[in-house]
């Protein structure tokens, strides 16, 4: 599922900027590692430099990374490179970043199994940098490209510059490679009502983490050793400049954001409000320069219904609604979700999915003469439904008048409603794939002993996929149940209904899901897993059952 999806980002630095030719060969070759998303090709004539940035999962990642730096060295050759921005090899840079589901540390450990590859397999020099390099002396890109390509052949001959991996010689065709862990960064800007870049400026330097030089009657305030006094400005790991748009018309902030875990999006965003109407300026709205991670829009749609004392159990579409609205992300461009979150640019928008048609179409997919969607997939979405009606009661309870104090506890159990909905919405379109994919294995061929053996074991391996799948439709359903028995117990008293039946949907969930299970464990060849799935299954369904009994006389109590 995407939400538990783990995603990195990688945006190799190839010293080729001007031939497309050679580009071309290294993005194809990203390209063909399949798990990877390319995203951005930005080369640059002047400084004979392209930065491409790519996502996927980490191992397709570092997989994709090292084909590009090998087809790299192979093309590019150093000794004729010349352009603007300092550089020390072919593949001059090659960052990974956490996008989702994964920590800077787990980023850090895929980043030296590249660097360790790249040196051994490809006999480049390599060193980590950022996160990635534990010897913070030369952690710093700068640091360690000091000298740059000219200078790196005496260079690495200092023990002090021993590259971390690949050998002790500096490659004159291919020179050496930097390959590091580092945060997201987010390229932000804030829009003022305002033409003046010192104004601007004043805003930056207020939030920014360098701060400002301190000044008295227009002197710089030394300290006692006569370095300048620097007062800091109120964001950690933030860089902001001011300057004028002559395109807009207006003056910007413009902000790196360089741990978003540190400063959040949300955060810089109230910030330069607040500094700038303290100077007697008003923020009008706010751009995103590149990708931004889906999670970084919805904690700022959260934030904001916090602020409004809301409940924050609302879709991902309206978290993402409110996050634009409320920072004025479209007030310079639209802003269009599947263009800018970076998981939306991932997902696979040629296949038509299930939980995408309307009403009426799911309907009359279902009704043809398709085996496809089934029951499966309906009891799924029975579940999706029953989890929805207790999620619409909690949000309703929590913005009930008269229960002001009561609003948070509410908006807690619809934010865990909305998680369990699009946990089971994914296993609508699951149970059909799974039932394709036995459809796919009993076509395969079955002409030779060795055929029969791959054929046999592909099915029984796609018939595991097909009951694991209604199984856990029957694990979210049934804990879907605590929720709409709490919903039923202290909600909304003029929605009870709803809880009761959601409650009939639930327990429908789960005895539809079971029976997907039972019927596809009759082709499994396994009996010991057979047995304890269904013994598994009946428990499930016995308690849904109980369950679901003792909601509706909650229900029927109060309808009374």
């Not at 104090?405 to 089971?424: S, Y």
Request: some cysteine; glycine content about 8%.
């Amino acid at each position: 599922m995407r939400n538990n999806q783990q995603l990195i980002e990688c945006v190799p630095n190839f010293s080729e900027g001007r031939d497309m030719d050679v580009i071309n060969q290294i993005t194809n070759t990203i390209n063909s590692v399949e798990g990877v998303r390319l995203l951005h090709v930005d080369p640059g004539k002047a400084t004979n430099r392209t930065v491409v940035t790519f996502v996927g999962a980490p191992a397709a990642v570092i997989e994709a990374a090292f084909r590009a730096i090998a087809k790299a060295g192979e093309l590019i050759d150093m000794r004729q490179h010349r352009g603007e921005h300092p550089r020390m090899g072919a593949t001059d840079v090659c960052p990974l970043i956490p996008i989702a589901g994964i920590s800077l540390e787990q980023t850090v450990e895929y980043a030296k199994q590249l660097a360790k590859r790249v040196g051994e397999e490809l006999s480049i020099p390599v060193y980590c940098y950022e996160a990635a390099q534990p010897d913070k002396s030369r952690s710093n890109l700068s640091v360690i490209r000091a000298g740059e390509y000219e200078g790196f052949f005496k260079k690495i001959k200092d023990p002090i510059w021993k590259p971390d991996f690949g050998p002790v010689e500096f490659d004159p065709k291919r020179g050496a490679t930097v390959v590091g862990a580092r945060d997201f960064l987010i390229a932000y800007n804030v829009n003022l009502n305002t033409t003046s870049t010192r104004r601007a400026n004043s805003v930056a330097f207020d939030i920014r983490e360098a701060g400002r030089v301190k000044m008295e009657n227009e002197k710089k305030v030394l300290d006692e050793v006569g370095n300048p006094v620097i007062i800091p400005g109120t964001l950690k790991a933030v860089k902001a400049i001011g300057w004028f748009i002559k395109e807009y018309g207006i003056a910007q902030i413009s902000m790196n954001l360089t741990n978003i875990n540190v400063t959040p999006l949300h955060i810089a965003f109230e910030e330069a409000c607040k500094k700038a109407n303290e100077r007697g300026l008003r923020v009008t709205g706010s751009e995103l320069v590149g990708l931004v991670p889906l999670k970084s829009i919805t904690d700022a749609g959260k934030y904001f219904l916090l602020k409004q004392n809301r409940s924050t159990g609302v879709s991902e579409k309206e978290l993402i609604e409110i996050a634009v609205r409320s920072m004025g992300l479209d007030e310079l461009s639209p802003f269009h979700p599947k263009e800018k979150i970076i998981e939306y640019m991932l997902e696979d928008n040629n296949t038509k999915k299930l939980v995408d048609n309307n009403l009426r179409d799911f309907a009359n997919i279902t009704a043809s003469e398709s085996p496809a969607p089934g029951g499966g997939s309906v009891a799924a979405y029975l579940g999706v439904l029953g989890v929805s009606l207790a999620t619409m009661v909690a949000n309703l309870s929590s913005h009930k008048k008269g229960w002001d104090q009561r609003w948070k506890e509410f908006g807690d159990q619809a934010e865990i409603g909305q998680q369990l909905k699009d946990r089971l919405l994914k296993l609508v379109d699951a149970d059909t794939e799974s039932f394709n994919a036995i459809m796919h294995a009993l076509s395969l061929p079955k002409s030779t002993p060795k055929e029969k053996a791959m054929r046999n074991k592909t099915i029984q391996d796609a018939i595991k996929k097909a009951i694991e799948v209604p199984m856990e439709v029957m694990l979210i359903s049934l804990e879907s149940m605590s929720l709409i028995r709490a919903m039923a117990e202290t909600g909304n008293p003029n929605s009870v209904s709803d809880a009761g039946v959601g409650a009939l949907c639930a327990r429908s969930a789960i005895r539809g899901a079971f029976l997907n299970v039972k019927i596809n464990c009759a082709g499994c060849e396994d009996a010991t897993y057979v047995k304890g799935i269904l013994d598994k299954g009946l428990k499930i369904e016995q308690t849904a059952i109980e369950t679901e009994q003792a909601i509706l006389t909650i229900v029927n109590g109060k309808i009374k």
